[in-house]
Every structure is written in structure tokens, then in C-alpha cells.
């Protein structure tokens, strides 16, 4: 197993910062540390408890932001990290990008997109 880790140009506004995410393909979400979120004067606009792989159940909120990689950008949930939380990088951000995680190579690909 091999980990990935990537730029990702993120904004709210005309601010925008690149920021270094972990590629973590077992987590649905997007994690923004605070350092960076409160950089770019982001406001929670929901809260949401979620449960770590040890069993964990934390609660963090929530907001949206503008991400941007390879020339791709969208809005995206990100959930507002606390203390120490790390950037993580999760599948519906990159689904929303139009990516996927190649197991294989550890790269960031265009997906195939269907409408089925």
C-alpha cells in the first residue's frame, strides 16, 4: 500500500491557497485543516458527527469551498478540521473533479463517467 499525497488549489472568493492532501480513497469526505479554512474566512454552514475507522464518532463542521486540480475546479462539502485534524482528500471531491485514485500507479486519473 502506498500513499498519495497532492496540491489542490483551494478558494473561496478571489483568495485561493494550495494546500497538500492525502489521497485517502476509504474516506468519503474531504477534511480541511483549520489553519487553512480559516485563512480563507470560510463559515460553517452545517454540523455532522462521523465515525473514524477505529470506531471513533467525532463531530466537525461543515462548509463549502471552491477546489481546483489539474485544471478542473468545483464547489465541494469540505468538512472543517479541528487542532491537529490532516487534509484528506476524500472520493466525493474527486468524483465531483471528474478523478479517480489508480490503485495500481497511486495517480490521480480522469474517471470514466456514466450515466447509468
Avoid: C, H
Amino acid at each position: 500500500m502506498g500513499l498519495t499525497n497532492v496540491y489542490v488549489k483551494v478558494g473561496k472568493g478571489k483568495k485561493a491557497i494550495d494546500v497538500e492532501f492525502l489521497v485517502d480513497s476509504g474516506a468519503k469526505y474531504t477534511l480541511l485543516p483549520e489553519k487553512f479554512w480559516k485563512e480563507l474566512g470560510l463559515e460553517p454552514i452545517d454540523e455532522a458527527s462521523f465515525v473514524l475507522a477505529d470506531g471513533t464518532t467525532i463531530t466537525r463542521k461543515i462548509s463549502e469551498v471552491w477546489v481546483e486540480y489539474a485544471g478542473r475546479g468545483r464547489t465541494v462539502q469540505v468538512i472543517l478540521g479541528e487542532g491537529n485534524d490532516e487534509a484528506l482528500l476524500g472520493v466525493l471531491t474527486l468524483e465531483a473533479l471528474g478523478l479517480m485514485l489508480n490503485p495500481f500507479s497511486r495517480e490521480l486519473l480522469p474517471m470514466r463517467l456514466m450515466l447509468a
